[in-house]
């Protein structure tokens, strides 16, 4: 009974992985740079953008390397996908203030908050810093900073941030 068992949980792994294999094929040939392009970039922007841990950056850099004339509509899609992405987070910060009243306010979450508070909106151009961004954008939107101030911050350093570092990678990639 024992071996019937063990005979079961192997079958159903070995199928459970080959599910999982061809499901990731197709979202791999969904998400090809070449046939889907600047959908693609936009898409993998707005997720990276969000709290979801993703990076969009290597997906910009691949279509930029395969389709070199595709610079600044690349720029652009990006950043309106990444910026999408980050509008996101300041309406989920937006809409929490009640859950955030009840949780219990640490030193540091008192200092940060003050800095953020001081700096105002323009505490969004650090929306693309890798691990400190997304949740800017989230308490950007739970202080109920002006929306359109900060979302004019977070384009503008995003964008900055997908051209410089776009534009250096195309130099030095041989």
């Known amino acids: 009974m024992v071996a019937l068992i063990l005979s079961k949980g192997s079958i159903l792994a070995a199928y459970t992985g080959n599910v999982m294999e061809i499901w990731m094929q197709q979202i791999i040939s969904w998400l090809a740079l070449p046939q889907y392009g600047l959908s693609t970039v936009f898409l993998v922007a707005f997720l990276s953008a969000t709290l979801l841990p993703m990076v969009s950056e290597p997906v ?100 900055v941030k997908y051209v410089l570092m776009t534009a250096g990678l195309v130099q030095l990639w041989p």
Not at 80 to 98: D, I, K, R, T
Request: proline share 6%.
């Open 60 to 159: 910009v850099f691949g279509l930029v390397t395969i389709s070199p004339s595709l610079f600044w509509p690349t720029m652009l899609v990006a950043t309106a996908g990444s910026s999408l992405g980050s509008a996101v987070n300041w309406w989920m910060g937006y809409g929490s203030v009640q859950l955030a009243q009840r949780m219990d306010s640490s030193f540091a979450h008192t200092k940060a908050l003050q800095w953020l508070a001081k700096l105002g909106p323009k505490a969004c151009l650090l929306a693309w810093v890798p691990l400190v961004g997304d949740p800017l954008c989230l308490l950007a939107g739970w202080l109920k900073m002006p929306f359109w101030r900060c979302l004019f911050y977070i384009v503008l350093g995003k964008y």
